[in-house]
Every structure is written in C-alpha cells, then in structure tokens.
C-alpha cells in the first residue's frame, strides 16, 4: 500500500530536549515536504526536499533542522524545542513539485511545555 | 507570492442541505487546484483536482470547477452527510518547480447534524 508513515503519533516533551520525528514514504517520490498545521493558520511549510541530499527552507524553517540521507526518509529534527513550537506536524511526499497530487502522513502532535 | 484564500469556518449544515465552500487563488501562472479533506484524528486525503481552466474536479458527491476569470475554485456538494463533516483544504500547486510544492488555504471546518 502507498503511504507515508510519521513517528510517533503523539509526543509530550520539555523545553531543550532534541527530538526527532520520522519521515518514511514507499512511493520512490523525489519531493519531500513538512508542514506544521496550527489554527486559523492551515499548513505552512518548514522545510522540503527536491531529493537526496538537496533540502531548503519553506515559509517557517526557524527552530528545525530536516536531512535526506535517503530517498524515502525525511526525518524533522528539533534540536531545542520550545512551547511555541507546540503544533501538529505532517509530512508528505510527491512524484514532483508541479501539478501532482501530494500524499500526508497522518501527523504528529507535538506539545512542547 | 502565491496565495489562497477560504472562508472561515466552521459551517454548520443539517443533512442533505447543499454546501458550498469558496476558494480563490493568487493568478500566478497557471497552477493546479486541490480540495483535500482531513476527519479527525486523520492526515489531509485529496479529495478532487482540476489542473486547467474550466476542468471540473469531483469524487464522492463534491465538484469544483476551475475559474480562470474570476481566479476560484468553489467546493460544492448538493447533498452533505453525517459523514462529510470534516476540515477542508482548498490549495494550488507551484507554477513552476518552486519549493512550496502546495499552498494551501486556512481550511474549513464543516460540522453537519443529523
């Protein structure tokens, strides 16, 4: 079955504690993207990748770190986490960045305290 | 940049009444145009696309239509359920092989009653 499987679900952590949220999809996509999902707000995107070991910056990279070490993983980093990055989190992935149809995983929610 | 646009929610419908939620897009090339739809607890599902002008985009009882003249997309549905109460996303694609892959809108939430 296609999909992109994000770990874990749920995640309570303290202030400054480095975190990792993984990433994995099985559809051999180029374009991987994460996204933060807060109210009022929709999706804004934190960072991408164009393929392995090509990242960059979206709308809202401050506080994360991203590597694409393989094709199909894309894990976030947070190296010092804090309350305001309390949010849920999606990953997703897609054959290419123009005109196709992205796939999510089912998010991550995360509280920073 | 680009950008899109969706009317606040939440709205609340009664079964089997019609639903209309607007989306308009920045006009910024000519992009694709997504509806995704995210149930609780769940990630965001496409729910329909239309990638040129004029092409009609449906799946389970939902249409939207690409309007280049007036730069929306209206996600339209003649009879809702119980079942389609939900959150959705309207969204365009990049017009060229830009980084934002999708932007999407603020989201909609529709919360329809028995």
């Known amino acids: 079955e296609a999909q992109v499987t994000q770990n874990p679900r749920y995640l309570i952590t303290v202030t400054g504690k480095k975190l990792t949220v993984t990433c994995s999809q099985n559809?051999?996509?180029?374009?991987m993207s994460w996204y933060r999902q807060d109210p009022g707000l929709g999706l804004r995107q934190i960072y991408y990748?164009?393929?392995?070991?090509?990242?960059d910056k979206g709308d809202v990279p401050e506080g994360y770190k991203v590597s694409r070490k393989e094709k199909r993983n894309f894990p976030l980093i947070l190296e010092s986490p804090s309350p305001n990055q309390t949010s849920l989190y999606f990953c997703?992935?897609?054959?290419?960045?123009?005109?196709?149809?992205?796939?999510f995983g089912q998010g991550t929610r995360l509280t920073v305290v | 940049g680009d950008s899109v646009t969706q009317m606040e929610g939440p709205v609340t419908l009664s079964e089997e009444a019609f639903l209309t939620i607007n989306c308009t897009y920045t006009?910024?090339?000519?992009?694709?145009l997504f509806w995704y739809v995210q149930y609780p607890g769940e990630g965001l599902q496409l729910l329909l696309k239309?990638?040129?002008?004029?092409d009609k985009g449906s799946n389970k009882g939902f249409e939207a239509t690409y309007r280049k003249e007036t730069t929306s997309f209206h996600l339209e549905k003649g009879s809702v359920q119980v079942s389609d109460s939900a959150v959705y996303f309207c969204?365009?694609?990049?017009?060229?092989?830009?980084?934002?892959?999708?932007?999407f809108g603020g989201g909609t939430r529709l919360m329809v009653k028995p």
């Open positions: 239309a990638t040129k002008a004029d």
């Open positions: 969204a365009r694609a990049s017009a060229n092989n830009a980084g934002n892959m999708l932007t």
């Open positions: 559809m051999n996509h180029e374009y």
């Open positions: 006009a910024t090339g000519y992009p694709s």
């Open positions: 997703a992935s897609s054959f290419s960045t123009k005109n196709t149809e992205a796939f």
């Open positions: 990748s164009m393929n392995v070991e090509v990242t």
